[in-house]
């Protein structure tokens, strides 16, 4: 019969989990040995095969690790109607702030180029709502604050100063995964929000909110640019 695992999963937010039933092979994974940096590796990686298979990767690692949910932000929301209006209003309105408040503060050009095949293409619009719903919202939001927050808390503990670096690292991270597919701009646009996100799930490691948000700030950027509303919104403020 196995022992209690003699370390626990750290929640960034509720502090230590009581022990699971453990074994070695389980344990190797949750650590930061041989075993878990290549599970580590090949979760990032996923993701170039397909999306969102990171995302799948880490909830396969979360099973064979014995990981609780909760310690990846998998937590019920004590109300999913206060929890999805909230999400898609704040995804929303964060979306038009940064389209017409901070990336022309960066410069950006007030079209998304690399997405106006999606302009009164009706045809186009099944697919890429699958991609930011499904790979964005739930694929990018489980790999890049649930998992990799869980990691940055196994290595370097979940102090003020620790969740700090998590924020900044995992929004840099965020920010490049994206200069193939939507150049310098996208990776602006991306840090900025994983900034944002990242603070939000630092002080309340829940994902059910990001998640929705997440899909919403990407659906309400298809219908920007499926509407050519774009350069109307960028110069609400700037010319």
């Given at each position: 019969?196995?022992?209690?695992?003699?370390q626990?999963?750290?929640?960034?937010?509720?502090?230590?989990?009581?022990?699971v039933?453990?074994?070695?092979?389980?344990?190797?994974?949750?650590?930061?040995?041989?075993?878990?940096v290549?599970?580590?590796?090949?979760?990032?990686l996923?993701?170039?095969?397909?999306v969102?298979?990171?995302?799948?990767?880490?909830?396969?690692?979360?099973?064979?690790?014995?990981?609780?949910p909760?310690?990846?932000?998998?937590?019920?929301?004590?109300?999913?109607?206060?929890?999805?209006?909230?999400?898609?209003?704040?995804g929303v309105?964060?979306?038009?702030?940064?389209k017409?408040?901070?990336?022309?503060l960066?410069?950006?050009?007030?079209?998304?180029?690399?997405?106006?095949?999606?302009a009164?293409?009706?045809?186009?619009?099944?697919?890429?709502?699958?991609?930011?719903?499904?790979?964005?919202?739930?694929?990018?939001?489980?790999?890049?604050?649930?998992?990799l927050?869980?990691?940055?808390?196994?290595?370097?503990?979940?102090?003020?100063?620790?969740?700090?670096?998590?924020?900044?690292?995992?929004?840099?991270?965020?920010?490049?995964?994206?200069l193939?597919?939507?150049g310098?701009?996208?990776?602006?646009?991306?840090?900025?929000?994983?900034l944002?996100?990242?603070?939000i799930?630092?002080?309340?490691?829940?994902?059910?909110?990001?998640?929705?948000?997440?899909?919403?700030?990407?659906?309400a950027?298809?219908?920007?640019?499926?509407?050519?509303?774009?350069?109307?919104?960028?110069?609400?403020?700037?010319?």
């Amino acid at each position: 019969m196995p022992s209690p695992n003699p370390q626990t999963v750290q929640d960034l937010g509720a502090g230590v989990e009581p022990p699971v039933p453990d074994d070695a092979f389980a344990a190797s994974l949750r650590g930061v040995g041989p075993a878990g940096v290549l599970a580590m590796a090949v979760i990032l990686l996923g993701n170039l095969l397909f999306v969102p298979l990171s995302a799948l990767l880490v909830l396969a690692w979360m099973q064979l690790s014995r990981t609780r949910p909760s310690a990846l932000g998998f937590v019920r929301p004590r109300s999913w109607t206060v929890t999805i209006a909230g999400g898609v209003l704040f995804g929303v309105l964060s979306k038009l702030a940064m389209k017409s408040l901070v990336m022309p503060l960066f410069g950006a050009p007030p079209r998304n180029e690399h997405f106006q095949y999606l302009a009164h293409n009706p045809g186009a619009l099944p697919g890429i709502l699958d991609a930011v719903v499904i790979g964005a919202g739930f694929g990018e939001e489980t790999l890049v604050r649930g998992f990799l927050f869980e990691r940055f808390a196994r290595v370097i503990g979940v102090r003020p100063w620790a969740k700090a670096v998590a924020v900044v690292i995992t929004s840099a991270f965020f920010g490049i995964v994206h200069l193939g597919g939507q150049g310098w701009p996208g990776v602006q646009q991306a840090a900025v929000m994983g900034l944002v996100y990242g603070t939000i799930y630092a002080r309340r490691p829940q994902l059910p909110l990001l998640m929705i948000a997440h899909a919403a700030f990407d659906v309400a950027a298809v219908v920007l640019i499926y509407n050519g509303l774009e350069t109307g919104v960028a110069h609400w403020f700037f010319r």
